[in-house]
């Protein structure tokens, strides 16, 4: 695990040395036509997935520059700069102030109308109140015994090692298993990497990134291979029963990074629709009149060669049936269980 941790790390590196090309002139004009300019040319130079997002940078600054002159007010010019930036439609994209954050509104509504779970329906029938709870993993038997299921909320949660062997070790005797992460927003890359360890890790390459390196939209430094560790937390007894994972369009940034690197792993199968993307590294600075931002300037390309920055697209596509939501039962979770009893 120290050997995708260590490069992950050097990744991060690289992307904060380049704050010298990207924190605030200090000296330049902070009137609201010079803040939005100097903005505007941040992300033309920098932000790394115009070509993926279809965006036409250029036509964006026509429409937005007529909107911004210098006697508007700051939470005026605070809202074209983040309509302006939203166009992106990006997660990782973020504008903030002493009086307001923003954020991708497309993004908002993507994973809130895009989301494949009812919380109730699984806390009430599959995780029940006979379920465990141990550290940021709730988890039960489903099947009658011969599945486990596990539910991790957030990335952001830590997951130590006494508790996943915990789990691992109750549902030794099952079939398999389901690690559900819809609607998990992501958060660490320690977390995803300690998730990854339970698995059958030889060095083997889970994916390939890149950072922006030129102010031209597609200049980039050449790939460096995220591999897996040389070793699993389970040593020379890895999970290598199947694992069913599931994904939504709100599983964002590090669950779309763990929903990518699954395609190593023959034993493992993402379930569910498309995930909500993020597989960028966001990077940043401030603006003359002291605003923040940040905007993706790193990339991922997937074993089979996709960038899936929009959305990993899983194994099999299941959407939850509400009808049978309403009647207690999630045919995600069951879809998944039929593969593994099968």
Avoid at 59 to 66: D, G, K, L
Avoid at 142 to 166: A, M, P, T
Avoid at 181 to 199: C, E, Q, V, Y
Avoid at 289 to 307: E, K, M, P, Q, V
């Amino acid at each position: 695990m120290k050997n995708i941790r260590t490069i992950l790390f050097c990744l991060l590196a690289l992307v904060f040395a380049s704050c010298e090309r990207i924190v605030s002139d200090q000296d330049a004009p902070n009137n609201p036509v010079n803040v939005f300019e100097y903005l505007w040319n941040k992300v033309d130079t920098q932000y790394a997935f115009f070509d993926i997002k279809g965006v036409d940078w250029d036509s964006i600054h026509e429409v937005y520059r007529s909107k911004v002159n210098d006697d508007m007010s700051d939470d005026s010019l605070f809202n074209v700069c983040a309509a302006m930036i939203n166009t992106l439609k990006d997660g990782h994209t973020n504008l903030w102030s002493s009086f307001n954050v923003s954020h991708s509104d497309s993004l908002f509504y993507l994973m809130m109308e895009g989301g494949q779970l009812d919380a109730n329906v699984v806390a009430t029938n599959y995780l029940t109140p006979y379920g465990y709870t141990t550290g940021s993993l709730s988890h039960n038997f489903i099947r009658d015994g011969k599945v486990g299921y596990i539910r991790y909320e957030s990335f952001s949660s830590d997951i130590s090692d006494d508790n996943l062997l915990f789990v691992l070790d109750r549902y030794k005797d099952c079939k398999g298993l389901i690690l559900d992460l819809r609607n998990n927003g992501g958060g660490s890359s320690a977390n995803m990497t300690k998730l990854l360890s339970i698995f059958d890790n030889h060095k083997q390459e889970l994916f390939k990134s890149q950072i922006k390196s030129g102010p031209k939209h597609d200049e980039f430094t050449d790939y460096r291979t995220i591999y897996a560790a040389d070793s699993s937390l389970l040593g020379n007894k890895p999970y290598t029963k199947p694992v069913a994972v599931l994904i939504d369009r709100g599983s964002f940034s590090a669950t779309s990074f763990f929903a990518v690197a699954t395609q190593a792993y023959d034993n493992v199968k993402l379930f569910g629709d498309y995930s909500g993307g993020g597989m960028g590294m966001p990077n940043g600075g401030s603006l003359p009149n002291g605003w923040g931002y940040r905007f993706s300037i790193t990339r991922t390309i997937a074993l089979d060669g996709g960038n899936y920055e929009n959305g990993v697209p899983p194994d099999v596509r299941v959407l939850l049936d509400r009808d049978l939501a309403a009647q207690g039962i999630d045919n995600i979770i069951e879809t998944a269980a039929d593969w593994i009893t099968q």
